[in-house]
């Protein structure tokens, strides 16, 4: 059974063990009636069903509780899942980036390298950018590295959004 405590200034989940944890005093039976719990302020709670989302949500559970026709429930948030969620779950290979990139656009991103300066910024050369491109075994969407291949070809987020979306999409 879900339980739940009333407070003056919240409501919080508890348990039986809490319960006789706080009350020492008291000698419970070894089956606590709802009537007894209720004068500790203690009472159960039922969850919500689970709703069903789209594919673009995410649902959690509530960390407050709501009286509902005389019960006490806990319901489900749904949000919508924002881009920069999304995003963190994009990977794709090197092989499907570079396959949806295409030939004109890794021949940009190859004039960009070879025409940095040694020690371009702190933490980019030419060579680690190089490798970035040609050996890094995966490429994540909201990676500081794909943002530098990103500025590097002048792409907005949009943009990198969509070959992101171009690259998972290929099968290999």
């Given at each position: ?27 419970f039976p070894e089956e606590i009636t709802l009537a007894m719990m209720a ?10 069903d689970r709703p069903v989302i789209a594919a673009d949500q995410h649902a ?27 995003r963190a779950g994009w990977f794709c290979t090197r092989l499907q980036g ?75």
């Open positions: 059974m879900n339980l739940l405590r009333v407070t003056d200034s919240k409501t919080e989940q508890y348990s039986i063990a809490r319960l006789k944890a706080a009350n020492p005093q008291v000698s004068e500790k302020g203690v009472y159960p709670f039922r969850v919500m959690t559970l509530s960390e407050s509780f709501t009286q509902v026709d005389g019960e006490w429930v806990r319901e489900w948030i749904v949000r919508t899942i924002t881009i920069e969620e999304l570079r396959l949806a990139l295409g030939e004109a656009e890794i021949a940009r991103l190859d004039a960009f390298i070879d025409g940095l300066p040694d020690n371009w910024t702190v933490q980019y050369d030419n060579w680690s950018l190089r490798q970035l491109v040609d050996n890094a075994v995966t490429w994540q969407r909201n990676s500081q590295d794909m943002q530098m291949l990103g500025f590097a070809l002048d792409y907005t987020p949009e943009k990198m959004d969509e070959t992101f979306i171009r690259a998972i999409a290929i099968e290999i």
